[in-house]
């Protein structure tokens, strides 16, 4: 990758954590996913990573809500967008993730590459906000990556140190890792890697070559590792999963001027955000097939 290549800007649109009376943006109806996805797309975003919610803001991992928010998404911006599911979870049996994987074939769906502590932790407190261990062995990368692989879904790797971009490698070797790989480094969670400018270059450093990249970056760091990794030559997420607020410190009022921000960061840097088609050409992502997400 280089600083001639196209930005892809991905949106993370809800997450399972944060809720409205943390910021009253968060969608969670299917109508309310279709909204921000018009936002989404129309300040420039080009793939949406979805956590399913129940209208009540309950988070799910049923098939029948995936499918919901994705058949309203998809009614309000066609294939304007990417569908990106998440995999990850705490207590979430790993069948239970493959069956909606399985029913609603989204085109690209996220793999988080290793287990850690994953906290919050308040400085004002003295104390974690929370604390678990967030438990992704090998086993279970293996068996959704034979799945992703069946069902013709593009893995995006979610690296929350630099050991997780080594396991990557052990995976290619076994066959079950297909390249070129689309590849995030995630920083900011406390138990993962903190996030530097420096550490991101390390990160990228170790992923294998051809790969693409981004950055994920959680809270209001997001900004500066967005800086960072446009000048590395890498793409970007942004969204209300990892980040509530705009880089003044105002809360955001939806997720398309989180958005509106990246592109524009994207443009003063002299790089140029990707189009829907590009972004399916660069990730090696198929088109999408016929009543698929």
Same mark, same amino acid.
């Given at each position: 990758?280089?600083?001639?290549?196209?930005?892809?800007?991905?949106?993370?649109?809800?997450?399972?954590?944060?809720?409205?009376?943390?910021?009253?943006?968060?969608?969670?109806?299917?109508?309310?996913?279709?909204?921000?996805?018009?936002?989404?797309?129309?300040?420039?975003?080009?793939?949406?990573?979805?956590?399913?919610?129940?209208?009540?803001?309950?988070?799910?991992?049923?098939?029948?809500?995936?499918?919901?928010?994705?058949?309203?998404?998809?009614?309000?911006?066609?294939?304007?967008?990417?569908?990106?599911?998440?995999?990850?979870?705490?207590?979430?049996?790993?069948?239970?993730?493959?069956?909606?994987?399985?029913?609603?074939?989204?085109?690209?769906?996220?793999?988080?590459?290793?287990?850690?502590?994953?906290?919050?932790?308040?400085?004002?407190?003295?104390?974690?906000?929370?604390?678990?261990?967030?438990?992704?062995?090998?086993?279970?990368?293996? @068996?959704? !990556?034979?799945? *992703?692989?069946? +069902?013709?879904?593009?893995?995006?790797?979610? =690296?929350?140190?630099?050991?997780?971009? #080594?396991?990557? @490698?052990? !995976?290619?070797? *076994?066959?079950? +890792?297909?390249?070129?790989?689309?590849?995030? =480094?995630?920083?900011?969670?406390?138990? #993962?890697?903190?996030?530097?400018?420096?550490?991101?270059?390390?990160?990228?450093?170790?992923?294998?070559?051809?790969?693409?990249?981004?950055?994920?970056?959680?809270?209001?760091?997001?900004?500066?590792?967005?800086?960072?990794?446009?000048?590395?030559?890498?793409?970007?997420?942004?969204?209300?999963?990892?980040?509530?607020?705009?880089?003044?410190?105002?809360?955001?009022?939806?997720?398309?001027?989180?958005?509106?921000?990246?592109?524009?960061?994207?443009?003063?840097?002299?790089?140029?955000?990707?189009?829907?088609?590009?972004?399916?050409?660069?990730?090696?992502?198929?088109?999408?097939?016929?009543?698929?997400?």
């Amino acid at each position: 990758m280089s600083l001639d290549h196209p930005v892809v800007i991905t949106c993370s649109i809800s997450g399972a954590i944060a809720n409205r009376d943390q910021c009253p943006a968060i969608p969670y109806t299917p109508a309310e996913y279709a909204a921000e996805a018009r936002r989404i797309v129309d300040e420039g975003g080009v793939m949406i990573h979805i956590h399913a919610r129940k209208p009540d803001g309950t988070p799910s991992y049923e098939v029948e809500d995936f499918q919901v928010i994705t058949d309203a998404i998809r009614a309000e911006v066609g294939d304007a967008v990417i569908v990106n599911y998440s995999t990850g979870t705490i207590g979430v049996p790993v069948e239970k993730r493959i069956e909606y994987l399985r029913a609603c074939r989204p085109e690209v769906a996220a793999l988080n590459m290793g287990s850690m502590n994953y906290a919050k932790y308040s400085r004002s407190r003295k104390q974690f906000v929370f604390n678990m261990v967030f438990a992704n062995p090998f086993d279970e990368i293996i @068996e959704l !990556l034979h799945a *992703m692989n069946d +069902l013709g879904i593009k893995p995006e790797h979610e =690296c929350f140190d630099v050991g997780h971009v #080594g396991s990557l @490698e052990p !995976l290619i070797d *076994m066959g079950v +890792l297909h390249t070129p790989l689309h590849v995030d =480094c995630v920083m900011g969670v406390v138990g #993962g890697i903190p996030p530097t400018a420096r550490n991101l270059a390390a990160m990228v450093d170790n992923i294998p070559e051809g790969s693409h990249w981004g950055v994920i970056g959680i809270s209001r760091d997001q900004w500066m590792l967005i800086s960072a990794a446009l000048t590395l030559g890498g793409s970007i997420r942004v969204g209300l999963e990892d980040n509530l607020y705009l880089p003044d410190g105002e809360m955001a009022r939806s997720n398309g001027e989180l958005i509106a921000k990246a592109r524009q960061m994207t443009e003063d840097m002299g790089r140029r955000p990707a189009t829907v088609q590009e972004a399916r050409a660069i990730l090696n992502v198929p088109g999408r097939v016929a009543g698929a997400a």
